[in-house]
């Protein structure tokens, strides 16, 4: 049963666009995350939000950014993409900081 | 800082027959992290297979075990007999706790192939 939602599935897009992913969970959770996966396929954390508040900020260029609406939602912006950004966003719910995380199907990100 | 090491890239393995995928970890900033392997099936997302947070505790799921070892730092994931349906991407995480918030830390996966 999915639960953590991501939009888009795949995504391409030219050197130097704007992206924007997004994360919905309908869990009831109240901490989100990114991770990105790349083609050697590691999984890293990005971020991580806490009601709202960001409390992880790996060290990611600056051209990514995470929006937090609610915290049910929490999307990433990339405002200028480079070929290395190619790869799969993962997103992450969690009650609380301590307890397992659940993932989104991920967005494949494509940079040509 | 911390750490996760899957050593094999690949296994496969006949069904019904014993599987062992080996997982280290180095885990600087907490002294005992928790610990997970985590499972995606082709077509599906990453899911919890199983977690252990106390060491020396055993966690078991689908008939997969693995056992929080502290002296040696393993946490290796075992089942007696696999089926095909276990084909699929294994990872080990652990996770960084406290006052940063909690992160997983992954191996880099093991990908598993089961064959009739």
């Known amino acids: 049963e999915t639960a953590v939602f991501q939009t888009p599935n795949y995504h391409v897009t030219q050197v130097g666009n704007e992206v924007s992913f997004n994360c919905k969970q309908t869990?009831?959770?109240?901490?989100m995350y990114w991770y990105k996966q790349d083609s050697k396929k590691l999984l890293k954390i990005m971020f991580s939000?806490?009601?709202?508040?960001?409390?992880v900020n790996e060290t990611v260029p600056r051209r990514f950014s995470p929006q937090s609406s609610d915290k049910a939602h929490l999307n990433l912006r990339i405002k200028s993409v480079e070929p290395e950004d190619s790869a799969v966003y993962l997103c992450?719910?969690?009650?609380?900081?301590?307890?397992?995380?659940?993932f989104g199907p991920g967005t494949r990100l494509t940079v040509l | 800082g911390d750490s996760v090491t899957q050593t094999e890239g690949q296994v496969t393995v006949s069904e019904s027959k014993s599987l062992i995928i080996n997982c280290t970890y180095s885990?600087?900033?907490?002294?005992?992290?928790?610990l997970f392997w985590y499972v995606r099936y082709p077509g599906e997302g990453l899911q919890l297979l199983l977690k252990v947070i106390t060491a020396g505790q055993k966690g078991s799921s689908r008939g997969f075990e693995a056992t929080y070892n502290k002296e040696a730092t393993s946490f290796h994931l075992q089942k007696a007999s696999v089926q095909e349906s276990d084909s699929a991407v294994y990872y080990c995480?652990?996770?960084?706790?406290?006052?940063?918030?909690?992160?997983?830390?992954f191996g880099q996966g093991t990908i598993l192939k089961v064959y009739l």
């Open positions: 992450a719910s969690s009650l609380d900081r301590v307890y397992e995380q659940y």
């Open positions: 939000y806490n009601n709202k508040q960001l409390i």
């Open positions: 869990l009831g959770h109240d901490t």
């Open positions: 995480a652990l996770s960084e706790t406290a006052s940063s918030g909690q992160k997983l830390v």
């Open positions: 885990a600087t900033s907490i002294g005992y992290p928790n």
